[in-house]
């Protein structure tokens, strides 16, 4: 079985468990439970551990979603999920400039500890108050259009929406493996 | 439709608004943001809440920032375009009927202070006074507002009646503001964690002048150490680190990196390293990566 693995981060509320519900064909795996804390405020549930979703789309070939948990104190779970990803898949909410934050502490962590290909979804792109993409790039620590990794528009709820994003995600693999052999046969 | 025609018709929908309220997103972050990103433009700041020592000037006004290519170029409390010539009547240098005159035989687009510079009615000293009064001086007031609305503008047209002529970067400014701070209530929920690292996000030394316990902080840059053991190895507060450590991301000088506990599996404790997660993935082949794009190109159009 050949299984591409990948992970689904973005602050809380950012839509991370909404989307692998809408993609996966499975019945997610979730492991909401009630808020009680300040989250409680963006809303009912959140994750404490992480989602599962899968999408198996031939015999011995499936694409497996998991999902980063929401809360920082759980935080001993990410090491778990990032060791064995092939790609992520980062989640933002355009109009919250409050979440950017957040986002940029898991974007350099991402860049700093696992190096591997990323997509940024940008969600909530139709509301009133949301930034436009290349600002939210430079909010997050992007400043320079030259190796900034894909930038998409995200409705977690629509599944042409997420596997729109999905392939953005693995053509970024795909490129970001196709240069790793290169340089491996150049090394060579 | 591909993954590019997505982002273009993304793109074509975009307005340029930048707003938010300063309890989001601090007036050091916009100040950072704005420069990173070579903003031209005018940011608005409304108070929402103020505060006793914040001088009534500034008190439920609007306070408009200028910036040309990421640099702060002039600041008012107003848009009338008066403001620069009522510092200078102010201080006794020249009348304002005899400033819109030599500013009459001037281009429209030069900014005012280059043409008075250039017509001998003040010195390049008395521009500087001009320019610290005008922005250096009430900006860093700013950074104690508890809450407020910033909008930044894009669109807005530079105000060259208003400009001396002189430019200072945001960010050295933003971290003298942050050095005069003294209540941080506003911004305790964005300071960096106490079990984070920072790494240096620029190449070599710092370029701004730092202060003497933000070298002692900076010492620790790249080198993985928690900001809580920082606290401990220079025997100041944790909340004293994160702080000075604030001003520093606000700089643009260090970032952030969450530190997570790895857990440590049979092959990881073999190969494990202090700043990068060893991954343990094969590589996915090609038919793998063409079939699954296939697939997931067939459900966007389904």
Redesign the interface.
Known sequence: M?I??IVVTGPVGSGKSTFIRT?SEIEAVDTDCKATDEVATLKQKTTVAMDFGR?Q??PN?A?HLYGTPGQ?RF??M???L?????AFILLVSSH???D??AAR??S??MR?????PMVIGLSH??N????????IA??L?Y?SPYGRP????INALD??SV??A???L??A??RH?ASQLNCNALAN | MNTHQVWNEYSKGEAMKITGYLSEFSLGEIFRFLEQGQKTGCLSIKPIQTQEDLSSTYENQEYYIFFRLGQIVAASPSLDHQGLQDLIERRGWLRKITIQRLLSLCPRDLPSGVCLKAQGALDPAQLQLLFKQQVLTPIPQLFSLDEGWFKFDAHHPLPYEEMTGLSASPMEIAVAGLRLLKDWTALMDKLPLPDSTIVSAVSGQPPYHLNSREWQVWEHVNSAIKLKDIATALQLPVLEVQKVCFRLMVAGLVEEIASIAEVKTDNAKANSSKSETKSETTEISSSFLQGVLTFLRTTIHV
């Open positions: 050949e591409m693995r993609i999408l789309f031939g070939v694409l920082e935080d001993f990410w090491d778990i990032i060791r064995r990803a092939h919250r400039p409050q950017f934050r502490r898991i350099a962590f700093y500890r696992a190096k591997i792109a139709d009133p108050n949301a930034w436009p993409a290349e600002e430079i909010a620590g400043l894909p930038m998409v528009p599944p042409a596997a729109a999905m392939v953005a693995v053509e693999y795909a493996q």
